[in-house]
């Protein structure tokens, strides 16, 4: 079964807006949560990453929320630009683990 | 230029057939990993290797094999037990447990 659950599915945004993507995990022992940016027919490349240390973090436009309490986190991005439409994914993994459990990924649309 | 490398980009096999994937990295990273991406799944491990001449089976390891000889080199055998073997495959690689991963472009593997 999945171990980290991402909503939604798809989304679409106006220029300017922002985008929020949802992950949920289940995993206590999960203490590293990358986020990927792909583009059609390319590899993921990684966008920003939190530890449960801090609750937030923020890069640019892109913002990672992180909830330990709640087994949850987000990404928030800010001021969307055409640019930005790609899939994202959730990521989830632990410090001595290698292996990397990915969310089901979000579309992203973002119109001019 | 230093990376990940996926060969080829496209790949298109008669049923029955096994198929390798090359997947070569100049990053001197000790760990590597093949992904399998379908629509709507996310990524999904199917082998890890952490150390040359040791690998691991991931989430889906049944009806694929993977050979680590060299420390710059994973390539991944798709055999003709794998009942659904069409799909993007992704190899990445990453320095330690604590590091990012850091992915090639893909290979698309076509079943005729």
């Known amino acids: 079964q999945q171990q980290v659950k991402q909503s939604p599915q798809s989304l679409i945004v106006q220029k300017g807006g922002i985008s929020i993507i949802n992950c949920a995990y289940e995993?206590?022992?999960?203490?590293?949560f990358p986020w990927y940016q792909q583009f059609p027919g390319k590899g993921p490349a990684l966008l920003i990453a939190i530890r449960p240390d801090v609750s937030e973090k923020k890069e640019g436009r892109f913002t990672i929320s992180f909830n330990k309490s709640a087994k949850q986190f987000s990404l928030h991005i800010m001021d969307s630009q055409p640019g930005d439409s790609a899939t994202y994914f959730c990521a989830a993994s632990r410090s001595n683990d290698y292996k990397l459990s990915f969310g089901a990924g979000t579309t992203v649309t973002v119109r001019a | 230029d230093g990376g990940i490398t996926q060969s080829p980009k496209y790949l298109f096999r008669k049923e029955g057939q096994n198929v390798t994937l090359s997947c070569e990295q100049n990053l001197n990273h000790d760990a590597m990993y093949w992904y399998r991406q379908d629509p709507g799944q996310g990524l999904r491990l199917i082998y890890y290797?952490?150390?040359?001449?040791?690998?691991q089976k991931g989430d889906i390891a049944e009806g694929y094999s993977v050979s680590r000889e060299k420390k710059e080199s994973f390539p991944l055998t798709v055999t003709s037990a794998q009942k659904n073997p069409t799909a993007f495959y992704l190899c990445?690689?990453?320095?330690?447990?604590?590091?990012?991963?850091?992915f090639g472009q893909g290979t698309r593997l076509t079943v005729v």
């Open positions: 995993n206590t022992a999960f203490d590293y």
């Open positions: 990445a690689s990453s320095m330690n447990v604590k590091t990012e991963a850091f």
């Open positions: 290797s952490q150390i040359v001449n040791d690998f």
